[in-house]
């Protein structure tokens, strides 16, 4: 008898975790229904009915309670004309505001020198970390500020939390009064199932609250470099007769170094050509 009990609460368990799944908008009438369904384990079903469903709170109650959660960020276009003063003034700001550097990035080319910079600052310091680089010399090219709002998604994930945390304190309750190896096993797997599912949202959570707690501002900063414009200008006449001049003496010295070089092959020739008239003469 014992043995069957203890069956139907872990069949019962295993209804109640997939409805809060899949239909958590809908727990508290179907936790209720199964519990009613199930006259073999009345005890166990009233009392996870009693600590899963708490007393439903009116939106406005729930709007007082709970505090906005904005993730806010931000991204500047800056041009500057000294590049290096520039950053040293932002160096100070973000002190000033208590944040830091995320991601700091320098490259130059011929035309220009960038620097890419990722701020993180405390999310009530970000309007004033705005204020003070929108107020320096530099010229803002480009602007784009956004707040995204995670109210929903952060509270919810609180609420499935200590669902999931409640039912794998009941799974663990459970597994000490399973008698066969089969029970075990089945209990093993569901509780690694939610301590999985718990990870996740931990994991998920702590992200938003991150991002909600530091916002972030991407600031392009440039400077374009001077380039000087050479001017062709056209030679004159006596200027490219010079040049020409200069051009004919080099090729004569040229071709005078050249047969200089070959001496050897002009005397061959020579001596051969005479020995040939004195031949042909004889």
């Known amino acids: 008898m014992k043995k069957i009990i203890l069956t139907f609460g872990i069949i019962s368990i295993n209804i109640l975790f997939s409805c809060h799944s899949n239909l958590q908008g809908n727990q508290e009438s179907k936790t209720g229904e199964i519990s009613s369904s199930n006259n073999t384990d009345l005890s166990e079903g009233r009392s996870m009915e009693k600590s899963s469903n708490p007393k439903p709170e009116s939106d406005a109650f729930k709007s007082k309670q709970r505090d906005k959660k904005i993730i806010k960020s931000g991204y500047l276009n800056i041009k500057t004309s000294n590049i290096s003063k520039s950053k040293s003034s932002f160096n100070t700001i973000v002190k000033n505001v208590d944040g830091y550097y995320e991601l700091e990035k320098l490259y130059s080319d011929d035309y220009s020198t960038v620097y890419d910079i990722k701020i993180r600052v405390p999310s009530a310091n970000f309007e004033k970390l705005l204020y003070e680089i929108e107020s320096g010399k530099n010229e803002i090219t480009d602007k784009n500020i956004s707040g995204n709002d995670v109210t929903e998604e952060y509270y919810d994930l609180e609420t499935r939390l200590v669902s ?75 200027k490219k007769a010079g040049i020409s001049l200069s051009h004919g003496l080099k090729s004569i010295l040229n071709l005078f170094l050249w047969i200089i070089s070959i001496w050897p092959y002009i005397l061959i020739v020579i001596i051969t050509f005479y020995l040939a008239k004195r031949y042909i003469k004889k």
């Open 164 to 238: 999931k945390r409640e039912y794998l304190k009941r799974y663990r309750v459970i597994l000490t009064k399973a008698n066969t190896i089969e029970e075990i096993l089945l209990i093993e797997e569901k509780i690694r199932e939610i301590e999985e599912e718990i990870d996740s949202k931990e994991g998920r959570l702590k992200f938003l609250a991150d991002q909600v707690g530091f916002s972030t501002l991407s600031i392009h900063l440039y400077d374009k470099k001077v380039q000087k414009i050479i001017e062709f200008q056209e030679d004159g006449f006596f």
